[in-house]
């Protein structure tokens, strides 16, 4: 279609949002300047706002956790009660994690982290509680009937307390 455009959004409601108390720790860590801040599409600023309501740490603050919770005949070793744990930059941290690392079992947790900073910018909780299981990608000849399964959830990085609340209030924390 000609002169279409692929905005999801009409008008840029953040159009005149300057983000001033970002743009100084912003503009030290990824070296911007008052041209990049203004060319930022809508989709950046709704981003980097959420750190309005977030803050700076929260990043750091939360763990995402991966355990297997039935293995009824995976091949590649892993046992219920292991697990995997991830920053929320999507990385693995192997020194608190004892689940073999398997690509099969662990790729389907990037489903987990494209809602997560979504749902995080909302004020929710960054792992949802419907979609809180997955199960391994390999199907082996048993069309997948022995798959290994995996409950993900979301705790304090600190603590390793389990977060359940459905909204993160992240105000109360600083107070």
């Known amino acids: 279609m000609a002169g279409s ?50 803050g700076v740490t929260w990043l750091d603050d939360y763990e995402v956790v991966a355990e297997v919770i039935r293995n009824e005949g995976c091949t590649c070793g892993v046992q219920p009660g292991q ?26 947790a990037l489903a987990v982290f494209y809602m997560s900073f979504d749902r995080a910018s909302e004020g929710l909780n960054p792992l949802t509680r419907i979609w809180n299981h997955y199960e391994c990608l390999d199907t082996r000849d048993d069309d997948g009937a022995s798959k290994a399964i995996v409950k993900v959830h979301l705790r304090r990085a600190d603590t390793h307390e389990p977060v359940t609340d459905p909204v993160l209030d992240i105000s109360e924390e600083r107070a």
Do not use: Q, W
Request: glycine share 2%; net charge neutral; aromatic share 4%.
């Open 5 to 54: 455009s692929t905005r999801h959004y009409p008008r840029d409601h953040l159009k005149d949002d300057r983000l001033e108390e970002l743009r100084e720790p912003l503009s030290r860590a990824l070296d911007l300047g008052d041209e990049d801040f203004e060319r930022l599409s809508p989709e950046v600023k709704n981003l980097l706002s959420a750190r309005r309501r977030l």
């Open 83 to 108: 697990i995997a744990v991830f920053d929320m930059r999507h990385r693995i941290k192997p020194e608190k994690s004892d689940m073999p690392l398997c690509l099969h079992l662990l790729s389907p």
